[in-house]
């Protein structure tokens, strides 16, 4: 039964729809982004870099911090769900973590995911509750897209769509808007958790479905906000920014392409482009690029890199004094070699390992210090007796002063 079961899973054809969709979405992407590149010159993308001020560059960075700390909103309401009690540093360090390196990599249920089992499960967190955990924050996350979808089909303009699809299209974002007041309901309403196979989860209070959806407009609003400051002062609505940029992250969030790469720029040239420069707006893109996804996965790298090492510092030890071994056998005995010092040997008759280079350097010095002592006395002696007759030299010259000093000796 369980194999027909799994042999019935791979050969089901819908396992490809998603692939092939990101394929086509890709492919898409890349036309759009070649077509509307043709028009631009490297020169002009140069000097519209030029023209970012650094006011704004630092209004990028601000917000992007904002944003990424907005994103760990989710996680923080998801421990208040599941009634765990951890450190906020701790839910705060790995949800970024989780984040920088799921925005970039792409696939979070693989990437992100894994990153913050790493910690969590170190932390005390059970399998089932981090199970919980990452339906929950997901869930929220991908409730807020779609309300934020419905917005933007309800209340953006449309201009580049023909007047007969405009209708539909407002009537699919008022069914995806009613989803925010109907998840609500339905977490006041059912009280009995809901169960698939052997999982149990807990619908959360409306208060709390409240807050997801607070945290999720939040997290829409300032990440279209990075953009917004990184483009022209003023010269493009926030709206008219926002509904491109929603447009655009939910095409790279559905074709699982890494960041978006691609997908993210062809559609804001396709839904901004009449509007601004093509240089202008791929400078911001390409700055927005580097703020946003490039530094934080370098800096969540780097955090990672250290944690293994941390969490490794006994193997890393060993292989220091590993390292100090190889050293003292290659460069340090060159040396010794050369100072005429022989190695350390190892004694057969008592097991214990006797350094004969360090003996032989005891027995001169005890030689030397033997040697000193038989000739301390006679030393003595004669530094007295030149001191004595010094001291009658200078006596006699000073009392007969026309005497020759043959005389005064």
Known sequence: MDNRLVTSTRRS?????????????????????????????????????????????ALAVLFTTLHYLILTGYEQLAFLHLR??????????????????????????????????????????????FARLVVFYSSAFVLGMVVIAGWGLVFLPLDQIGGVMQVPLRAVGIVLLLFAPGYVMFCALRSSPIQVGGFRMTLPSPRLAISHLVVSAADWIVGATIVYVLLSDGSLPFMLVMGAFVSAQLLGLVSNVPGGLGIFEGTMLLTLGTRISHAELISALLVYRIIYYLLPLMLALTVLALDELWMRRGEVVRFGQSLQALLHRTVYGRARAKLHITEPLASKSTGSRELVGVGEIGRRTR???????????????????????????????????????????
Not at 16 to 29: M, Q
């Open 13 to 57: 054809p819908g396992r490809w729809i998603s692939p092939i969709l990101g394929i086509l979405i890709f492919i898409a992407a890349l036309t759009v982004l070649r077509r509307e590149l043709a028009t631009v010159s490297f020169a002009e993308v140069r000097d519209a870099l030029t023209t970012l001020t650094r006011n704004r560059i």
């Open 84 to 129: 765990k009690e951890l450190v906020r540093w701790r839910v705060i360090a790995a949800s970024w973590l989780g984040y920088a390196i799921s925005n970039s990599v792409g696939v979070p249920v693989l990437s992100g995911t894994t990153v913050r089992y790493r910690f969590y499960a170190r932390w005390g967190i059970t399998t089932g509750d």
């Open 367 to 409: 030689r030397f210090r033997s040697k000193f002592r038989r000739t301390r006395v006679p030393l003595r002696t004669g530094m007295r007796f030149r001191i004595a007759r010094r001291n009658r030299l200078r006596h006699a010259q000073r009392h007969s002063p026309h005497q020759s000093n043959a005389d005064a000796v």
